[in-house]
T-cell receptor, first 114, second 116 residues
């Protein structure tokens, strides 16, 4: 049982480039989300999804797009990378949808935008 | 809107000493409370959670936390720490509503450094 898998683990982008961070879970969880982690700021929610075909914005959505075509996958797209998007990105999944159960996190993607 | 404040950004402590990591939260509704641990270069792992019932919650690795509704606090404690407890610890809250999908609001994190 792999849990939550994120790829790539590391990435360097040039300003203005686009890319997709991949996230997949094999636990049949309804809820998936993306967070970014910055020093001294904890983790902040970017986008989340409560099921296939349903997504919504979190606290810091600007510059990012998401889609949820299947239960398993929840990719995060950076449309035009900026140095302010240098961060560590975590994908998480959980069930049920009421927030009672724990979120399972991937190992993270460390992104540097130069 | 909810918010979480971890009162200490860094906590240095000697091995076998007790430790308390402090967490206060603000919310206009009832919330669920969590503590997560992050070891270097890894993802987050759940230590413990408070959903309802007994205000003293026991978690993994000998940690426990106490929910205090009047003081809106959820402090994490361990009576005797080990070198292996060196990590960053995050306090988080979520709303118990169906359409919120269990969104987590995190505190800023506390770096626990255990010295020999």
């Amino acid at each position: 049982n792999a849990g939550v898998t994120q790829t790539p683990k590391f990435q360097v982008l040039k300003t203005g480039q686009s890319m997709t961070l991949q996230c997949a879970q094999d636990m049949n969880h309804e809820y998936m989300s993306w967070y970014r982690q910055d020093p001294g700021m904890g983790l902040r929610l970017i986008h989340y999804s409560v099921g296939a075909g349903i997504t919504d914005q979190g606290e810091v959505p600007n510059g990012y797009n998401v889609s949820r075509s299947t239960t398993e996958d929840f990719p995060l797209r950076l449309l035009s990378a900026a140095p302010s998007q240098t961060s560590v990105y975590f994908c998480a999944s959980s069930r049920p949808m009421t927030g009672k159960t724990e979120a399972f996190f991937g190992q993270g993607t460390r992104l540097t935008v130069v | 809107a909810q918010s979480v404040t971890q009162l200490d950004s860094q906590v240095p402590v000697f091995e076998e000493a007790p430790v308390e990591l402090r967490c206060n939260y603000s919310s206009s509704v009832s919330v669920y409370l969590f503590w997560y641990v992050q070891y270097p270069n890894q993802g987050l792992q759940l230590l413990l959670k408070y959903l309802s019932g007994s205000t003293l919650v026991k978690g993994i690795n000998g940690f426990e936390a106490e929910f205090n509704k009047s003081q809106t606090s959820f402090h994490l404690r361990k009576p005797s720490v080990h070198i292996s407890d060196t990590a960053e610890y995050f306090c988080a809250v979520s709303e118990p509503f169906y359409n919120q999908g269990g969104k987590l609001i995190f505190g800023q994190g506390t770096e626990l450094s255990v010295k020999p």
